[in-house]
């Protein structure tokens, strides 16, 4: 069985006590589940869930539960309304910006600290692309990369996380000060990389691929991607807790773009709700990605910022309290428009 959280309200105030709910502590409220994955889909109010029985008990649980602010040294990582991921790529041929901080470290913890100041409450940092095609990077050449500015970003206060499969080099971006794992393979490419997550403690995003061993963008034929996408990851979140991660500090990421159709990318991006029934925080990464060319006229990366914007909006109306974008000042703007309006709905 399979919840999704629907019927989102402005007021919960107007409604009778328990039947809306809170999801996850953050600034949206519902009032009914779509239940799939044991029979025929069906809405069901949330004043009713109980019925459902065991499974549907422990999915309610996960979604009401706040998600408590992740303890990053001396800096805090609140989950309690959406933030901003800023990617900071140093690497020659990513998608959107590569070579634009190529072998200078200082110009590119500048420009780090930048998106920092524009409101990016995290910097990404990766060293390697993960687009369809990309070659694969030298773990050393690509420490070599990060943590120089993984160094010049924590020491300048920044909270920072490093975007990489590869142990060795989440091993020397956490020894630069590097606060965060963000893994596109989930700590599978590479066997050690749970590993170095266990002893760290550091947090780790876990994203989903079809084939993260191989690159991550294998095409499959999925009959319901939602829910294939979020039992996916609901297995793997297990097996990353039962190795010792604490589930407070596990993110997951539906993985825009990696191995799926663009039917499937809308169909994640409108389940979004879903995966808050992991009872973990939520990233987002769908900035500048291919498929706002393809609903767009095949707009190139660099004019995909309007669509980038309305996709960060969509996760922050579903909840998601990580939002990865290349274009903080303008996704931070909308986000304090949308916050503003949230705020005002909620007093009435």
């Known amino acids: 069985m399979r919840l999704r959280p629907v019927?989102?309200?402005?007021?919960?105030?107007?409604?009778?006590?328990?039947?809306?709910?809170?999801?996850?502590?953050?600034l949206q409220w519902y009032a009914a589940y779509e239940?799939?994955?044991?029979?025929?889909?069906?809405?069901?109010?949330?004043?009713?869930?109980?019925a459902l029985g065991e499974r549907a008990a422990l999915l309610h649980a996960r979604f009401t539960s706040?998600?408590?602010?992740?303890?990053?040294?001396?800096?805090?990582?609140?989950?309690?309304q959406p933030q901003v991921a800023a990617i900071l790529n140093v690497t020659p041929d990513s998608f959107s910006d590569g070579g634009a901080h190529r072998d200078d470290p200082a110009a590119a913890a500048a420009a780090g600290m930048a998106m920092a100041g524009a409101g990016a409450a995290l910097i990404d940092v990766g060293g390697e692309s993960t687009r369809p095609g990309a070659a694969l990077v030298w773990e050393e050449d690509e420490a070599r990369r990060v943590a120089p500015v993984i160094e010049r970003l924590a020491r300048a206060g920044a909270l920072v996380s490093v975007d990489t499969r590869k142990a060795p080099v989440m091993e020397a971006a956490l020894a630069a000060g590097a606060a965060m794992v963000n893994d596109v393979a989930a700590l599978l490419w590479d066997e050690r990389a749970l590993e170095v997550v266990v002893r760290s403690g550091a947090p780790v995003i876990l994203m989903h691929s079809p084939d993260p061993t191989a690159g991550g963008h294998g095409r499959v034929i999925y009959d319901d991607v939602v829910g294939e996408v979020f039992d996916w990851l609901e297995a793997r979140v297990a097996a990353v807790v039962a190795a010792g991660v604490d589930r407070t500090r596990v993110i997951v990421d539906p993985g825009i773009g990696f191995g799926k159709s663009l039917a499937d990318n809308l169909a994640l991006l409108n389940g979004l709700a879903m995966f808050h029934g992991l009872g973990c925080a939520v990233m987002l990464g769908a900035s500048r990605k291919r498929l706002i060319g393809a609903l767009?006229?095949?707009?190139?990366?660099?004019?995909?910022?309007?669509?980038?914007?309305?996709?960060?909006l969509r996760g922050a109306?579903?909840?998601?309290?990580?939002?990865?974008?290349?274009?903080?000042?303008?996704?931070?703007?909308?986000?304090?428009?949308?916050?503003?309006?949230?705020?005002?709905?909620?007093?009435?």
């Not at 998600?67 to 989950?79: N, T």
């Open 296 to 312: 767009s006229n095949e707009a190139p990366v660099e004019q995909r910022l309007g669509g980038s914007v309305a996709l960060a």
């Open 317 to 348: 109306g579903a909840g998601v309290q990580l939002l990865r974008v290349h274009d903080v000042a303008e996704t931070v703007q909308a986000l304090r428009v949308w916050r503003g309006l949230r705020d005002r709905a909620l007093v009435g």
């Open 66 to 80: 706040p998600r408590a602010p992740l303890a990053l040294g001396e800096r805090v990582l609140r989950l309690d």
């Open 7 to 26: 019927h989102f309200v402005d007021a919960p105030f107007a409604y009778p006590d328990g039947a809306v709910a809170r999801l996850a502590g953050g």
């Open 35 to 50: 239940v799939s994955g044991d029979g025929p889909r069906r809405v069901v109010p949330v004043g009713e869930v109980a």
